[in-house]
């Protein structure tokens, strides 16, 4: 498995704040990382799955304050 490096500030080292084993639609485990450097979090997700099962998914990086203000408007 490849380090999982920050897009912030490059180091190498991030700690695992939450984990989730998802099944929408392929079998994958969700994971949010904070980098030990600079405290930027990041989502990662572990598939396994041959590319034939992975042709048509885009990866995609969103922002962490663009989720955050989306959650906080989907709270009633």
């Not at 920050?6 to 700690?15: A, E, I, L, Y």
């Not at 955050?68 to 709270?75: D, G, H, L, N, Y």
Request: include cysteine.
């Amino acid at each position: 498995m490849s380090a999982c490096v920050c897009k912030q500030c490059g180091h190498k080292k991030s700690k695992t704040l939450d984990v989730r084993l998802r099944n929408d639609p392929i079998s994958h485990v969700w994971r949010r990382r904070q980098c030990e450097n600079c405290g930027h979090r990041f989502t990662t997700y572990e598939i396994e799955a041959t590319p034939d099962e992975l042709l048509g998914f885009v990866i995609a990086e969103r922002n962490v304050d663009e989720v955050a203000e989306a959650e906080m408007r989907s709270i009633p």
